[in-house]
């Protein structure tokens, strides 16, 4: 056979001298044809180098079988679990994945999604940037009907499902935990509070104070994007307050990485001078000294669960326009940071 720059199935049915219908349904594993046969084409094809025109097949069947997953960072152990679970679920479901990251800014979020959107992909997964406090890019996949699932940082009053912790929860028991550890003062780092997420974790830690009969002071509470640096700078500024905190609430650990290092370099011992919780249960936060104690999010189940309603999503064709939140459990994990108490 004349070898051609594009094999086509009907360069495989002329070969083996059945029909171009044979052909494609034994490459779609039809049923109807025996294995003997789907073997047999299989076989042709691969030797003969053929590529299925997946840009014809979309454009027949109006899907792409592609999700789009944008996240604010890939290299976090949450956002890279999570996506391991869609990518589990996906995959099994006969979908493609393509991830993006936003780097926590909006305008990078903002031209990750219009991508998304002009490449077509059939359904969007995505957690907020720290900068982000608009949503009219998420517009163009709700006007669309094109089915859109928020996690962890998500739009509250936009038309979609969202996979979500307990935030508020998640603040309350870390500040009780410290409260019942013996610290007296305890202060909090947060994120962006224009981000849900954030701001929950901030009333649970004031729920948790309030219920102890312990005030609410502003000097305590830091906002800001939690990064090394942040947290650094966080450390210190507590510190050269009149009246010091022996004990902080990190919105992530991260941070809480950064005022450890801080501290024990300054000679604060901790947990005997100093608490600190985490949040998020990186793996350095196990093997650092002291461990950090921390909150874990279930980022395999929530990946798993974004990636079923998403699909079952697109199979309806957008489903019947009822939009779910789906909270999922967190654990505290108590390790040498904050545990006073036990010494």
Same mark, same amino acid.
């Given at each position: ?10 360069? !495989?049915?002329? /070969? ?35 590529? $299925? ?5 979309? @454009? ?8 789009? !997953? ?13 996506? +391991? ?41 995505? +957690? ?27 739009? $509250? ?17 870390? %500040? ?5 550890? #013996? ?11 224009? @981000? ?43 510190? &050269? ?9 990190? #919105? ?19 947990? /005997? ?8 249960? /990186? ?5 650092? %000294?002291? +461990? ?8 395999? /189940? ?9 699909? &079952? ?5 957008? #489903? ?21 108490? +036990?010494?």
């Amino acid at each position: 056979m004349e070898k051609k720059t594009s094999i086509t199935i009907h360069d !495989i049915a002329r /070969e083996l001298n059945i029909s171009a219908s044979t052909v494609s349904r034994a490459l779609n594993d039809n049923p109807r044809i025996s294995q003997a046969t789907k073997d047999k084409i299989k076989a042709l094809a691969l030797k003969l180098g053929y590529q $299925p025109n997946t840009i014809a097949s979309n @454009l027949r069947t109006q899907k792409t079988h592609t999700i789009g !997953i944008v996240v604010p960072l890939i290299n976090r152990h949450f956002f890279s679990t999570f996506i +391991s679970g869609v990518e589990d679920v996906a995959f099994e479901a006969g979908y493609n994945v393509i991830i993006s990251q936003s780097k926590d800014l909006l305008e990078k979020e903002k031209k990750i999604v219009h991508a998304m959107f002009s490449n077509r992909v059939d359904g969007l997964i995505t +957690s907020l940037s720290m900068q982000t406090n608009e949503f009219d890019h998420f517009q163009i996949f709700t006007n669309k009907n094109i089915p859109l699932v928020f996690f962890d940082r998500v739009a $509250p009053d936009l038309k979609a499902n969202k996979i979500v912790i307990d935030d508020f929860s998640c603040g309350f028991k870390a %500040t009780q935990h410290l409260i019942d550890q #013996g610290y007296k003062r305890i202060a909090h780092l947060a994120g962006p509070t224009a @981000l849900n997420t954030y701001q929950d974790r901030m009333d649970g830690y004031k729920a948790a104070l309030k219920k102890n009969n312990r005030r609410v002071e502003d000097e305590l509470i830091i906002c800001n994007r939690l990064t090394r640096m942040d947290g650094q700078q966080a450390i210190k500024q507590l510190l &050269n307050l009149d009246t010091p905190p022996d004990a902080v609430f990190c #919105g992530n650990d991260t941070s809480a990485l950064s005022m450890t290092i801080y501290l024990k370099s300054q000679g604060i011992r901790i947990p /005997e001078d100093f608490g600190i919780v985490g949040f998020s249960n /990186e793996p350095f936060s196990e093997v650092v %000294t002291p +461990s950090i104690s921390t909150l874990k999010q279930p980022a395999q /189940e929530m990946g798993k669960k974004a990636a079923e309603i998403i699909i &079952n999503e697109i199979e309806n064709k957008g #489903g019947q326009g009822i939009y779910q939140t789906i909270t999922l459990p967190s654990e505290l994990i108590i390790r040498d940071s904050s545990l006073k108490k +036990s010494l």
